[in-house]
């Protein structure tokens, strides 16, 4: 049988400071109920502390990882940090985590794929397991949205956490382990979900922070309407590829960016909401890091030999699904 990657350990790391939907009625004009109807968030968790960015959060989740999984620092052969909040724009976050974990002067790499972050890291770490060229790969989705949200505007500041999740990948020759994906991208919704400042084509100056290009921008109906069918798009494409239907399936893991769009993916997939895992009651949309930490929530309940199929969509617009069969 063919090697496979199969992930051997789930780790995640959540910031302290809860921030609520009575917290968010003093900033913005909303209210809990609006709030809770439209995305079904409750509450998100916001990193606090000076100097804190998204690779702190993302080592933290690794360290644990480590430890759970019982790996020595100096196992480790790659570290791949999905994100789009990174420390800085070089280094990169992964190259940080490395340095505050340990692991040390290994390869690492960001991914930024949106909240398909993770899907794409996942998919690329694997990669480096089937080919026999490593045998301990991590994959963190870590995102400080906090930092990117502009707080005076009620349409994108009720949605986003921070948080960071993290898998640890190895050689399997059983058959489980990451069995298929695909990913997709469409350049055409650019400006559909943007952060537009501070890159080469508008960089910082007086002017773009003025203008608030700093801040993530959405358009909502556009991004619902374009999630509801991709997401459920790649989710199907991959079970019809591997003659899976919704009975095979133990959970749908989806990117967790509304509830409603959940809701809408799994109907259309036949799935029922026993086997939806969703977190975003809690934590909000933190971005790439809303797989990994909804595998985080729900290990306990995964069982070796389940068919999990992880679904999201994000900016770009970017797509995709895997098809995992449970190590552990």
Known sequence: MSL?????????????????????????????????????????????????GTSYMAAEAVRGLLKKTNTDASEVDL?????????????????LVCTQTGIGSIG??????????????????????????YKKVIVVGADKM??????????????????????????????????????????????????????????????????????IRQEGQAVFKFAVTKMADAAAEIMKDNNLTGDDIAYLVPHQANKRIIDATARRMDIGSEKVMINIDRYGNTTAATIPLCLFDF??????????????????????????KWAY
């Open 299 to 324: 290990e306990s309940k995964l069982k070796k030999g389940d068919n999990i199929i992880l679904a999201a969509f994000g900016g770009g617009f970017t797509w995709g699904s895997v098809y995992i």
């Open 79 to 95: 570290v791949i940090v999905a994100t789009v909040t990174p420390d800085y724009f070089f280094p990169s976050t992964a190259n």
């Open 108 to 133: 690492s790499f960001d991914i930024m794929a949106a909240c398909s972050g993770f899907i794409y890291a996942l998919s690329t770490g694997s990669q480096f397991i089937e080919t026999g060229k």
């Open 4 to 52: 496979k990657a199969a992930i051997t350990g789930v780790h995640g790391y959540l910031p302290e400071d809860v921030l609520t939907n009575a917290d968010l009625e003093k900033l913005v004009d909303t209210n809990d109920e609006w709030i809770v109807s439209r995305t079904g968030i409750k509450e998100r968790r916001i990193l606090k502390g000076e100097g804190l």
């Open 146 to 215: 906090s930092a990117i949200v502009d707080w005076k505007d009620r349409t994108t500041c009720i949605l986003f956490g921070d948080g960071a999740g993290a898998v640890m990948l190895e050689p399997n020759e059983d058959g489980e382990g990451v069995l298929d994906f695909k990913l997709h991208s469409d350049g055409t919704g650019e400006n559909h979900l943007i952060m537009k400042g501070g890159g080469s084509k508008i960089p910082a100056s007086l002017e773009s922070v003025a203008q608030d290009l700093h801040y």
